[in-house]
């Protein structure tokens, strides 16, 4: 394409808006025109986050002065409840959407307003947005005029599972087990004690035992893929001491057939971003760090002929956030899918 998509960011003063600019700079076909925030109006872009000096030339705006209507599209990169009180006005003056928030993942809005404790503003726009779960839904995806974009877990958890559940190989009536590890960043860029150094470093602690919001979002996609699946979904999420990083163990019960690591790579042959690692692997959090990539390996527990072990390890914000959302700009504007999102792992 010749000319670049103008994006806006909404609420880029977040750990997720800032690997969205980080991302975007390297990005030959996207110009960041507007950058938005009530609380840092007027205050330099680069000012505000060192590590874009010499990079951007923006001044965060209110998303009223910020002329967001001029964009091609709108990242809301922003806390629950905000994108659908103003989505709405965007797509009207059409401006296509990619929220990072959850207020457009579920569709039962009953259960929404159940997980997230609001009433939804916007029940009309619930039901034409599409799941941004790139590699599941591709071809609604670049006819979407707003996109929700995934949560970290439900990406970690449900990128290992889709192949086998389009092959209806899981037991259904058995319990299936996500036992996931996040990095600290994963609860936002915010005050909280159980975020201070002295709390979360040199500690570990399993959370959201009796309910987790991301819970209902994997269960959707488990009740879409595979009937009878979803009820027997467990999920334990874990804060780890370390920044950024996501590791799900998986355990599930298998019906005879195909070898599922061969119906992983199968699946996933032309996914530029997800690696199926040799059975008996695994993978680590640091082999994805900084980039948008979801490493996968699968092989059978021991002792056991129908008990298979998947361990799946992203970026929480890269490939579960802001990665996942440029990823998905990139098939809504019919660009290859990893144009600027081609940078390689750090390490260490």
């Known amino acids: 394409m010749t000319q670049p998509i103008k994006i806006g960011i909404v609420g880029a003063t977040g750990y997720t808006g800032v690997e969205l600019l980080r991302l975007l700079a390297a990005h030959p076909n996207a110009e960041v025109t507007a950058v938005t925030s009530r609380s840092e109006a007027g205050t330099a872009l680069a000012d505000y986050f060192p590590s874009l000096r010499g990079v951007y030339d923006l001044v965060f705006q209110t998303p009223d002065e910020a002329a967001l209507e001029r964009c091609d599209l709108v990242f809301f990169a922003t806390p629950n409840g905000v994108a659908m009180k103003e989505a709405p006005q965007l797509l009207a003056q059409g401006v ?4 990072l928030s959850a207020d457009f993942r579920l569709q039962d809005l009953a259960a929404w307003e159940q997980w997230y404790g609001m009433s939804h503003a916007c029940p ?9 779960l790139s590699e599941m839904n591709r071809d609604a995806i670049a006819a979407a005029q707003i996109v929700a974009n995934p949560g970290c877990y439900p990406t970690c958890v ?7 559940l389009r092959a209806g190989r899981l037991k259904t009536g058995m319990p299936l087990i ?13 005050a909280a004690v159980g975020s201070l150094l002295c709390e979360a470093g040199d500690n570990f602690k399993a959370y959201g035992i009796g309910g987790h919001r991301h819970l209902p979002e994997i269960r959707q996609t488990l009740a879409a893929l595979q009937e009878g699946v979803a009820p027997g979904f467990v999920f334990v999420p874990h804060l780890t001491p370390m920044i950024r990083g996501m590791h799900a163990t998986l355990y599930l019960h298998l019906t ?3 070898p599922p690591d061969e119906i992983l790579r199968d699946f996933y042959r032309d996914s530029p971003f997800v690696d199926v690692m040799n059975p008996g692997s695994t993978p680590e959090t ?15 527990a021991a002792g056991h002929d129908d008990v298979w072990v998947v361990l799946s390890v992203i970026d929480n914000l890269v490939k579960g956030a802001a990665g996942q959302a440029v990823q998905n700009m990139n098939i809504m504007f019919g660009l290859p899918e990893n144009t600027g999102l081609q940078n390689v792992p750090l390490l260490p």
Request: overall charge positive; glycine content about 12%; hydrophobic content about 35%.
């Open 158 to 164: 449900s990128l290992p599972l889709l192949p086998l």
């Open 124 to 132: 009309d726009v619930v039901a034409q947005a599409v799941y941004g």
């Open 96 to 99: 296509r959407i990619v929220d």
């Open 286 to 300: 640091r082999s994805v760090r900084g980039a948008n990539l979801c490493r996968i390996s699968i092989q059978k």
């Open 178 to 190: 996500a036992d996931c590890k996040s990095g600290v960043s994963g609860a936002g860029r915010k």
């Open 256 to 258: 005879d057939g195909c």
